[in-house]
């Protein structure tokens, strides 16, 4: 640890630092860049201001910089030389990581309850800072070996919870949900419709329309996969939900019947483990038989609640996962590592090869052999990928599932007493029941008019961000707004939700005050599209 002035760091200095460089030249390339020595310093540096970071458990969420100011303070950072390479100045290194953690969401204070993205457990930053100098990409074996290794390691560990018959399924990981859910469709679009891959949708013309199923509250990344397939959104069918904004079953043979009608060949129902608005669980085993029967391949955008397999607790929310085609799961959101980490599941190892076919003699082997067949280059998108699922196997490794399993469980249950405590204030109104860790609410105190008044939540939010001491979320549900709060953090508890509440209140009695001031005030109410909107003068 780098501490200034410390006895110590003083005699690192001398041993280290204070020697003469290596000023040796290549081709006019200077090297001293890339000393191990300076490598030591900088980083040092950095875990002091990191160390720092994690320590401060004061309530804080985003302040927002106006952009055009931040951009001055960052070009302000760069070196002015043109003609040569500029000497690294100790000072200006530390106003820029000063500057990052600064502009940045506090993930690790009480006050950021708005995100899936997760404060991360720290050793696992730590193993990805090696990862970024070791540089190993990790779809071929002889570039990553250690990880590619660990992949089919951590496949068998969550297989424990899955109960698929060892060596017949497989699991990737790829950067990210969206990329998961395009690669998983991509495959089932290629084993239902396998003429598509060489001859394209063209094929087809004339027999039918190719189609998936979504739920109505499906992720947006979805949709986006359709519009990259060719699919088009006229031929997403939407399946309605309920009052629990899951997948209605009761609508389901209905509305792929009609789409028969319409001429729709659905080769992929998309279902979700926690979605993104409000973390409702479909009813997976139920629509897994629909599915089979009507011979449509099953996938499960499960990024952010497929992690509760690891929690015997809660594993119940995923009944009938097993019985997917596909699913998709991101640790860097209820695992906590650094994004990304999304690993992608798939009940048939064999056609988890079926969403690209391509040959490249420059990377892909004609003869497989013990080393190749541990290569995942061919089941996804990306050639170079960083070596993704190191974060996830340190940790699982040196502590085990209980350390995930225990804080999933704490979220959890905190979502749920937050849940209990808007039940019991009568100027709020909790949305749904919380099946994990997402609630949704309103604040509606008794001098709300919401007809002259209608994005009062959403100016609450905004409002709240401004001020920096809590980050919250929005989201709209059933069309009309509502704030979201998504518990990630183990230091947050119920005092804190309460004292979020509290901040709610006086914000929102401020902005309907201010819809009283007339504009030439402090405020106004002025309208955009039709709808009111507040203005900070």
């Known amino acids: 640890m780098y501490v200034k002035n410390s006895p110590i760091s003083k005699e690192i200095c001398l041993n280290s630092f204070e020697k003469e460089p290596n000023t040796e030249k290549r081709g006019g390339l200077r090297l001293e860049v890339f000393e191990p020595k300076l490598f030591r310093k900088n980083a040092e540096l950095a875990i002091s201001k990191l160390e720092k970071y994690l320590a401060d458990s004061s309530i804080r969420g985003l302040a927002l910089t106006e952009p055009s100011v931040l951009m001055q303070e960052a070009k302000k950072l760069m070196t002015k030389e043109t003609n040569g390479l500029a000497s690294l100045l100790e000072e200006k290194l530390e106003a820029i990581i000063d500057l990052y953690i600064k502009t940045g969401i506090s993930v690790h204070s009480p006050g950021y309850m708005g995100r899936q993205f997760s404060g991360v457990i720290p050793l696992a930053a730590v193993i990805d800072f090696i990862s970024s100098i070791i540089n190993q990409p990790s779809s071929f074996y002889e570039a990553g070996q250690l990880p590619n290794v660990v992949e089919h390691i951590m ?41 598509i891959w060489s001859a394209g949708i063209s094929a087809l013309e004339g027999q039918y329309r190719p189609a998936i199923a979504v739920s109505e509250d499906v992720h947006y990344s979805v949709c986006r996969a359709a519009g990259i397939l060719g699919i088009g959104e006229e031929q997403i069918v939407r399946l309605p939900i309920n009052q629990k904004q899951q997948i209605f079953l009761d609508k389901v043979q209905p ?15 998309v279902a979700s483990a926690g979605t993104t ?17 009507r011979d449509i391949w099953l996938h ?91 974060n996830l196997w340190v940790l699982w490794t040196l502590y085990g599932k209980a350390l995930f399993a225990n804080k999933i469980e704490y979220l959890c249950q905190l979502t749920e007493q937050a849940y ?118």
């Open 155 to 195: 496949a068998d560990e969550f297989n424990q919870f899955i109960g698929w018959e060892p060596e017949s399924f497989a699991m990737v990981t790829t950067s990210g949900g969206s990329l998961a859910n395009l690669t998983a469709i991509l495959a089932a679009r290629n084993d239902k419709l396998p003429q």
């Open 255 to 269: 509305t792929l019947e009609t789409a028969d009608k319409r001429g729709l060949k659905i080769f992929c129902m």
């Open 277 to 293: 608005s409000v973390g409702a669980f479909d009813p997976i085993n139920e629509l897994a038989e629909i599915a089979a029967k």
């Open 300 to 390: 499960i955008d499960g990024t952010h609640g497929a992690s509760l397999l690891v929690s015997e607790k809660l594993r119940y929310k995923l009944k009938g996962i097993e019985k997917a085609d596909s699913f998709a799961l991101d640790a860097h959101k209820m695992l906590f590592v650094p994004a990304m980490c999304t690993l992608l599941f798939y009940k048939n190892k064999e056609k988890s090869y079926g969403a690209f076919r391509q040959d490249a003699s420059y990377v892909f082997e004609k003869e497989p052999d013990i080393y190749t067949e541990f290569d995942s280059a061919e089941q996804n998108f990306e050639c170079t990928k960083r070596p993704l699922i190191m």
């Open 420 to 537: 209990q405590i808007l039940q019991d204030e009568s100027d709020f109104e909790p949305l749904h029941q919380p099946e994990a860790n997402i609630l949704c609410f309103r604040y509606l105190p008794s001098s709300l008019r919401e007809k002259t008044f209608p994005n009062f939540q959403g100016a609450i939010r905004n409002r709240i961000r401004e001020t920096g001491k809590f980050f919250i979320s929005k989201v709209d549900i059933d069309g009309e707004e509502a704030l979201r709060v998504v518990f990630m953090n183990h230091q947050i508890d119920t005092k804190h939700f309460r004292m979020l509440l509290d901040e709610i209140r006086k914000t929102g009695q401020v902005l309907l005050k201010v819809t009283s001031v007339d504009c030439s005030g402090r405020a106004g109410v002025g309208t955009q599209s039709g709808r009111a909107s507040v203005h900070f003068l």
